[in-house]
């Protein structure tokens, strides 16, 4: 009996290792069993019910629906009154939509849950004018958001800094006089005094915001009359160009994985208008940034020295070049915005 092991003497029970896995393969199953049935519980305590809404269909959630049914806003307070609720949940491909139309549960958003909605959406045009969201006002609530935030409120558009710029902005609205006496001199088809207000609406603020930011009216030789070159207008329009996707419904923005095929266009439309604007800004950082690093220019003198000569605790430039680029963007195209509001229309 010495010879022998307590493993051969179970190997050789014929219905030993069958059992045993029997036993293995039940005691697997309870434990998947119970593992799932408690996330399940925890699952249901811990996640409330979402608000009513429409059935989404597999993958595109409501789109479907939305998109058969124009203007969307139109549909969705519709849909409210049919289920007879003040807050709904529609499912856009990945995205979930809360409308609300009661004011007291508005108040909790906007109020109470102030802080957990003051993320503005992510979106594939903000994504790309703002470069990964390094500029503000797109850029998602964060670290990124607080520090652009501080340095476009304390250092850009402060009092002070709008004292500042005060003479540049007359010199503007003295430019954008002389531009309209010389249109109104000009004769077309022996009719005189006729000119495109929009027009000159249009490049009046770009003019003025390019004064401020780069201290030049023109990127190119401009005109004898005050008017915009080819360069300016073709700036100006890609500005333009990029208001138009802004926020605009894309289907990638519902289902990621549709991104890289640009089903819409809008994302190479996007990128053609950054292209021409990048083509104009980037040398003029880039040559700025030069002079400042060799010493070649020590005041400031538009908003683009501002932003380059920021320094932070270590006395270390607070912006990457990046930054700055992605900033002077952001700002352009929010201001022009702001400034051509009320002129602005869809052609």
């Given at each position: ?5 307590p ?5 050789n ?20 069993t ?6 399940e ?5 811990q996640?409330p ?11 595109v ?47 909790e ?10 993320s ?9 004018i ?13 670290d ?7 340095i ?6 402060s ?25 109104c ?11 495109n207000?929009r027009?000159?609406?249009?490049h ?29 207008v ?21 289902i ?19 292209r ?23 005041d ?31 700002i ?12 602005y229309?869809?052609t």
């Amino acid at each position: 009996m010495m010879g022998y092991s307590p493993f051969l003497l179970l190997s050789n029970l014929p219905s030993f290792w069958p059992s045993l896995l029997a036993i293995i393969t039940c005691f697997i199953i309870m434990i998947k069993t119970l593992r799932s049935n408690f996330i399940e519980s925890y699952s249901k305590k811990q996640k409330p019910n979402l608000p009513p809404g429409p059935k989404p269909w597999p993958i595109v959630g409501n789109l479907p629906e939305m998109l058969a049914n124009k203007p969307a806003y139109k549909w969705i307070h519709n849909l409210m009154k049919e289920m007879n609720t003040e807050i709904a949940c529609i499912r856009l491909g990945n995205a979930y939509v809360i409308p609300v139309t009661c004011p007291t549960i508005a108040t909790e958003f906007l109020r109470k849950q102030d802080a957990t909605f003051a993320s503005r959406s992510l979106s594939m045009s903000t994504d790309l004018i703002a470069d990964g969201y390094k500029g503000a006002i797109f850029a998602p609530f964060g670290d990124q958001w607080k520090k652009m935030k501080k340095i476009v409120t304390n250092d850009l558009l402060s009092s002070h800094k709008h004292l500042w710029l005060h003479d540049k902005r007359t010199e503007e609205g003295n430019n954008l006089m002389f531009y309209v006496y010389n249109k109104c001199k000009m004769v077309n088809d022996g009719i005189s005094g006729l000119m495109n207000v929009r027009s000159a609406a249009r490049h009046y603020c770009g003019n003025l915001i390019r004064k401020i930011t780069f201290n030049a009216r023109y990127f190119g030789e401009g005109r004898d009359d005050g008017g915009p070159g080819f360069e300016e207008v073709e700036h100006v329009n890609s500005i333009f160009d990029l208001l138009n996707y802004v926020y605009s419904f894309s289907v990638s923005d519902y289902i990621p994985s549709l991104r890289r095929l640009d089903l819409d266009g809008q994302e190479k439309k996007v990128k053609e208008a950054l292209r021409v604007i990048k083509k104009y800004h980037d040398p003029i950082v880039q040559q700025r940034i030069k002079q400042w690093n060799d010493g070649l220019k020590v005041d400031e003198e538009d908003w683009l020295d501002v932003l380059i000569s920021l320094k932070d605790s270590n006395n270390n430039p607070s912006l990457t070049l990046e930054e700055i680029n992605a900033q002077i963007i952001v700002i352009y195209f929010t201001l022009l915005l702001v400034c051509f509001s009320r002129s602005y229309t869809n052609t």
